[in-house]
T-cell receptor, first 113, second 113 residues
Framework: DSGVTQTPKHLITATGQRVTLRCSPR?????VYWYQQSLDQGLQFLIQ???????AKGNILERFSAQQFPDLHSELNLSSLELGDSALYFC????????????FGPGTRLTVT | DQQVKQNSPSLSVQEGRISILNCDYT??????FLWYKKYPAEGPTFLIS?????DKNEDGRFTVFLNKSAKHLSLHIVPSQPGDSAVYFC????????????FGQGTRLTINP
């Protein structure tokens, strides 16, 4: 158990809909990272927050947004969903504003039908 | 543009023998490399890392080798155990402490009893 929690575990929704994925980092970790893993692909970095502020951005679509709240939990919002957005979405956390040793949650499996 | 490549999607090894997982990268700015291990229905877990100032790092049964001139790293597991069966991801960052990790596609390792 990494100490990072993600909800929900599974999500099935239709194209065009909007969903919110939630992540709680390990106790004491200030940084949260979001990754997307599509079928047979590696993990693609989406975005990082550190202590409530956006710190780094990766290949995140404009339809996607994220935020980190004062209690340090984070939410990833995915809107106007397309079939290609079906993937595993992982959240990771690290102690500081950098984090090579990131601790990953179990992931949320999103299926868009 | 796949900056980190794991060209073998799968590898099968006999229990007790050596497992060698390979990873190539193209970005010469990468100077910190990590291996993550992932079991089904779980998030990746950090295994071992290496800085570019070293060419080898060992932790128990796991050793990572880095060949900077070839832009190649490998993970050796000796002896291989059934519990090592998992997907292994190689990851790299542009300088130690960078927020963004670039992951390879992963190699599924199966240890046969």
């Amino acid at each position: 158990d990494s100490g990072v929690t993600q909800t929900p575990k599974h999500l099935i929704t239709a194209t065009g809909q909007r969903v919110t994925l939630r992540c709680s980092p390990r106790s004491g970790d200030l940084s949260v990272y979001w990754y997307q893993q599509s079928l047979d692909q590696g993990l693609q970095f989406l975005i990082q927050y550190y202590n409530g502020e956006e710190r780094a951005k990766g290949n995140i679509l404009e339809r996607f947004s994220a935020q980190q709240f004062p209690d340090l939990h984070s939410e990833l919002n995915l809107s106007s969903l397309e079939l290609g957005d079906s993937a595993l979405y992982f959240c990771a956390s690290s102690v500081a504003g950098w984090g090579n040793e990131q601790y990953f949650g179990p992931g949320t499996r999103l299926t868009v039908t | 543009d796949q900056q980190v490549k794991q060209n073998s999607p799968s590898l099968s090894v006999q229990e007790g023998r050596i497992s060698i997982l390979n990873c190539d990268y193209t970005n010469s700015m990468f100077d910190y490399f990590l291996w993550y291990k992932k079991y089904p229905a779980e998030g990746p877990t950090f295994l071992i890392s290496i800085s570019s100032i070293k060419d080898k790092n060992e932790d128990g049964r796991f050793t990572v080798f880095l060949n900077k001139s070839a832009k190649h790293l490998s993970l050796h597991i000796v002896p291989s155990q059934p519990g090592d069966s998992a997907v292994y991801f190689c990851a790299a960052s542009a300088f130690q402490g960078a927020q963004k990790l670039v992951f390879g596609q992963g190699t599924r390792l199966t240890i046969n009893p």
